[in-house]
């Protein structure tokens, strides 16, 4: 009986046939020398562009049967998201399974291999284990999620108790962003093999505070007080919903000596709120590119002291890429909080607002933290 | 310093203002009397069509701006998934972050909501917890992942141990797809919450014993010998692995009396070729719409005696919609255990080769599991 015949009959849809009879389309397709091959099929369209992460857009030319390429230069090793634009409208490679998932702009993902292998690639070393919890938030009044990452070896009930890392995503992340797209697992995996990074539970929940706060036809984003008003309910959600769930949970510190914070982006934002308005609750504090406190400075940071900074947190780092945008009000707000005394560890980096960067101060960020 | 401003700016690609500019285009938009609204915008485009899953695919009429759309008649409650097609291209619906992980064929996802809520939506119910585990095979080679689902309540070290439900997916899909699209922990969730499901472990680990068995570019899919290796090593990496590591580090019975197999599609033809030729492993076998065995039921199955079967069966589940082209080999097999004796419990569900369909058949098969 020919059902493996049959199974392909039946599974293997117009789609893929179409496909067949042209000749697969391969795309990505990553060359030996780095350089990246992309290939979107559209007969129909006038203009397409490759948006490679941090870069500008670049045309694609059209060749045969309505394929449109493009050959990069040497990329420098890395994990790059993607997309392409035709027309103005952005689209899919529909033939390259890894897709970068957002609530607004879902988009692929390239690895271009680096050798040695980058810390976001998967490499044969004990592994964690990724936890997805799901709960219904009396606070926020929705149906959410988290992630837990333990880190190899970790038995529950059994042990000291483990110092936390709470990582906080960007705006139209989901609460996978940084497990999906920023390979905070393996990037915890890798640098806890090598020694580098104290085995911690990294805690990644989502992020807002507002249901739908970000969502691809959102038009209150700058409603009033909304902004506020999704940092406040988020962080009531963490101290009061999230962080008491982890601590029953797992064998996660409550001490604050053994309690970091960090994000990128609007999850830098609510950070540097979260963080430095609760001096009593974290050690370290780690700002990424952040964007997106209302308000000015003194607003968001009333009371903010430079002696007792320094005297609370152990760490605060902030970073932010020299081709990001928001590299101006970084650089006011470290002058700002050194014109008040506080011992701020900032760093510049090449790179703008982009996945490639944040994973890069991830794994600096975590080397610093709970080695005493 | 008006940051969020400033974030906006930056946050906010060409993409969006290009859309802004336009008008927001939203897709998919359910309406309260169940049609939908779909639209894609390709000014290009000659034809265009929706593809739905379980039905034809239906052509979308062009309007203003290059928007092409379409809206359904009033649709039977559930989760459906989507793709479009322009100029014989799958798309994605880019408007839509609900996507369909999947190695082959990606697509969207759009929930027509039931009233009373399906099995598959997520209700305030207490919920479960799924965990993602990664490690190096050393049986197939690859570094490779499973899930293992835990009912709400589980305590890891606490109580009596669990019975298991080993759960395969099908050919393309990832080890996600029995939670991302199959959403087997929601399911589980409300049954358990209704009291018509038994507190359980889910085990839901990749399927391939060939890595890269499924992908967009294979060529050798007929290459001799390939779907026998694919099956043969899967079972040992699932024997000599993914077992013993689940019994390791959750409670879980390896009682023959607490465990249960079952599968989709490929995971249906493993299903029936694990379970029926190891009957001291399992008391339960469900294969749902079942595709992919290699050669005759008589070699797959030598041996087979309904006697044993049935003396080792508490339940031997197989079930295939009536419009899924494996409909005829899922009767030849029936009718062929039932010569021999055997007591199938044979089900025809309406339905194509399709999640609306396997999501009923976990719902059911469930119900099934571990009540003596």
Chains 1, 2 share one sequence.
């Not at 009396?138 to 988290?146: A, F, L, S």
């Not at 989901?174 to 393996?186: D, I, L, R």
């Amino acid at each position: 009986m020919a059902i493996l015949a049959l199974l392909i009959e039946v599974l293997v849809p117009s789609i893929l046939l179409g496909v067949i009879a042209q000749g697969p389309i391969i795309s990505p397709e990553v060359h030996a020398d780095r350089t990246v091959t992309f290939r979107y099929r559209d007969p129909g369209a006038k203009k397409v562009e490759l948006g490679l992460e941090g870069a500008d857009a670049v045309p694609m030319t059209k060749g045969q049967n309505g394929v449109w390429s493009i050959t990069t230069q040497p990329l420098a090793p890395d994990l790059y998201g993607y997309s392409f634009t035709a027309d103005g409208e952005a689209r899919l490679d529909i033939h390259n399974p890894s897709t970068k998932p957002n609530l607004i702009w879902i988009g692929n993902m390239v690895l271009v291999p680096g050798d040695p292998p980058l810390p976001w690639e998967v490499q044969s070393v004990p592994h964690g284990l990724v936890h997805h919890h799901f709960y219904k938030s009396e606070i926020i009044g929705d149906e959410r999620d988290y992630f837990v990452y333990t880190p190899p070896g970790y038995q529950p009930g059994r042990g000291p108790k483990l110092p936390v890392l709470y990582l906080l995503h960007g705006y139209s992340d989901m609460a996978n962003g940084w497990t999906a797209v920023g390979k905070a697992n393996v990037i915890m995996d890798n640098l806890i093999a090598l020694g580098k990074t104290k085995p911690m539970i990294v805690v990644m929940t989502l992020g807002y505070g507002v249901p739908d706060f970000a969502s691809p036809n959102r038009s209150g984003f700058r409603e009033s007080g909304i902004v506020e008003k999704n940092y406040d309910l988020f962080k009531k959600a963490l101290f009061g919903e999230v962080i008491p769930m982890v601590e029953h949970d797992y064998r996660a510190s409550s001490n604050r000596k053994d309690r970091a914070i960090a994000g990128l982006s609007m999850g830098g934002a609510e950070t540097l709120i979260i963080g430095l308005n609760n001096l009593d609750k974290f050690s370290y504090v780690g700002a990424f590119s952040s964007g997106g406190l209302p308000g000015s400075l003194d607003s968001n940071f009333a009371g903010f002291s430079g002696k007792k900074v320094n005297n609370a947190l152990k760490e605060l780092w902030i970073s932010c890429g020299t081709e990001d945008g928001l590299i101006a009000p970084h650089r006011a707000a470290i002058a700002w909080m050194k014109a008040k005394g506080a011992n701020v560890d900032a760093h510049e980096t090449p790179g703008r607002h982009a996945w490639m960067v944040w994973r890069r101060n991830l794994a600096e960020f975590s080397q610093r933290l709970f080695k005493d």
